[in-house]
């Protein structure tokens, strides 16, 4: 497009009985693609039954399309429009917010129990996260692991759509109900990227009940059965929790690979 | 149609094959279901033959990338796809179509396609276009908007190829694909593959002898995890005698390969 070339080639481009080299002709046909300008001297150049003849097409061009259908309205391709998994997910939320709103409600109901927020919270992601990366629930789950998206960072997007429900909810309940902040979220982080890295041994989902049935039979029950919070939630703890969600949540990193392969999805 | 040709697909191919298998072992399960396959395959149709069991959709998987290899060499595209590789890119020009495929009933098969073309990371302004042509090339334009669920077998079969193909895929892997079609739709999917099969390398695994003689350029006969032959349609059908089961000539050669791999292993 930087030069243009001069009115006389063009004219021996546009008459047919003039005699072009190749090389010009190519050149000029890929000039005259991209110039308006060019174009235009072209025009002027061309025989008259050409003209007769361009024009009788483009009348008839014009025509046909007068005649012929609407054109289809241009789609908008949206991901999240077609994005199964959050339509998918949305019952399990649901029971996990309608859970802790119980334990809401149970605190308030039974003050000398330990906070029941704050002995959910660890486990409160963990069925969330089980369903984002299950072959259970994802009907297409051979076809997506194929896929050069699947992986650990679609898991990790999953994971984030399932902790914006379940943060802002157990952070609300437990300014209700009294308790630390820091001692319901930190642990709730440190279980979600447990069982995320244990997915990359066993699968996620089975990563995910071991660790609920652990906890609930470990810390849970005899903590309701005592009344008394366990050692490993007193406030003390933050530190070791939020030390503990970033040595996991790097184990997690390092095991990336796994992520890209069925085995993740038990 | 036109479409912009990308530097990736002027650039010269660095490797000579683009699947190729050494001493390949894949687990299904416990079990070893490919034990030591060594197989090379270039542009073409490659028909993938095999009693059950043999060991097809546990090797049919590995190539998709889906299932890790246990041991041996696979390389695809010239790219190694061992332990710790970054599958992205090689992923990016790989159509797989499942022998047993899930899909979302809700969603329309142009939704359906679309997703999948999203997945396969394609770039955002060219996914309407490309998943017209996959749907218009399998002959489901008319059903474009229909929901996955009020799908016949057949179609739904055809949206699943039609996903495979979407991003136009330097090795397409298609697992049992002419189950489910009628014998028109059987004859149209050969044109299909006789198409794709021009610049890509195709591995179709069927139970139908008759659809490799059809379509295929190449035949891979496997049997217990290994392979038993590779050899073009032809010499497929030179292989059987009169005397070996079957009602064609290729039949006939596919008993004969297979009896005379289970003597060998038997000795
Ligand atoms: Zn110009």
């Known amino acids: 497009m930087t030069t243009h070339p001069s009115a006389a080639v063009i004219a021996r481009y546009a008459d047919p009985r003039a005699s072009l080299d190749e090389v010009t002709m190519w050149s000029v046909e890929v ?26 097409v483009a009348a008839g061009v014009d025509r046909a399309v007068a005649a012929g259908p609407v054109p289809a309205p241009r789609r908008r391709w949206s991901p999240v429009r077609n994005r199964w998994f959050v339509w998918r997910l949305l019952p399990w939320l649901t029971m996990t917010v ?6 809401v409600l149970l605190e308030a109901a039974a003050p000398h129990l330990p906070s029941l927020v704050t002995l959910l919270a660890p486990i409160a992601p963990l069925p969330g996260v089980a369903f984002a990366w299950s072959r259970r629930h994802d009907p297409a789950w051979e076809l997506v692991a194929g896929t050069p998206a699947a992986g650990l960072a679609m898991l ?43 997915g990359a041994f066993v699968g996620v989902r089975v990563a995910a009940i071991g660790l609920g049935v652990a906890w609930a039979l470990a810390v849970v029950l005899p903590a309701v059965l005592t009344a008394r919070l366990p050692a490993v939630l007193e406030p003390g703890g933050a530190v070791a929790w939020a030390l503990l969600t970033l040595a996991l949540a790097g184990l997690a990193g390092l095991r990336a690979a796994d992520f890209r392969r069925l085995t993740s999805h038990h | 149609m036109m479409r912009t040709v990308s530097a990736a697909e002027t650039a010269a191919t660095t490797h000579p094959w683009a699947v ?48 890790k290899p246990a041991g041996g060499r696979l390389t695809l595209l010239g790219e190694q796809v061992g332990d710790r590789a970054d599958l992205r890119r090689v992923r990016r020009g790989l159509g797989y179509l499942p022998q047993q495929f899930g899909f979302y009933p809700r969603f329309t098969v142009r939704e359906f396609v679309e997703y999948m073309a999203w997945l396969k990371e ?84 069927t139970h139908l002898v008759e659809d490799v003689v059809a379509a295929c350029t190449d035949v891979v006969l496997m049997n217990d995890g290994r392979l038993v032959y590779q050899g073009v349609p032809d010499d497929l059908a030179a292989q059987g005698g009169a005397g070996d089961a079957g009602d064609s000539p290729a039949e006939r050669g596919y008993s004969a390969l297979l009896r005379r791999h289970r003597a060998e292993a038997g000795r």
């Open chain 1, 31 to 56: 000039h005259l693609e991209g110039c308006a300008h060019c174009r235009a001297v072209l025009v002027g150049r061309v025989p008259d039954d050409t003209r007769v003849l361009l024009d009788r």
């Open chain 2, 20 to 67: 190729h298998a050494e001493g390949l072992r894949v687990r299904a399960g416990r079990h070893v279901a490919v034990d030591g396959l060594d197989l090379a395959l270039g542009t073409g149709v490659h028909g993938l033959l095999g009693p059950n069991g043999a060991g097809k959709t546990t090797l049919m998987r590995a190539v998709a990338t889906v299932v």
């Open chain 1, 98 to 103: 309608a859970v802790l709103g119980c334990a």
């Open chain 1, 156 to 198: 990790l997007r999953r994971t984030a759509a399932v902790l914006a429900v379940v943060v802002p909810v157990l952070a609300l309940g437990s300014t209700r109900t009294g308790a630390s902040l820091a001692m319901t979220l930190l642990p709730c982080l440190a279980f979600t990227a447990a069982a995320i890295t244990l």
């Open chain 2, 122 to 205: 394609m770039p955002k302004a060219t996914i309407p276009g490309a998943v017209q042509r996959a749907v218009d090339r399998v002959g489901l334009t008319a059903k474009a908007d229909a929901r996955m669920k009020t799908l016949s077998g057949g179609m739904l079969r055809r949206a699943g190829i039609a996903q495979a193909i979407v991003n136009d895929p330097a090795v397409l892997l298609l697992d049992e694909p002419t189950v489910g079609l009628d014998p028109e739709q059987r004859l149209e999917f050969r044109e299909l593959l006789r198409d794709v099969g021009v610049d890509s390398c195709v591995l179709v695994s």
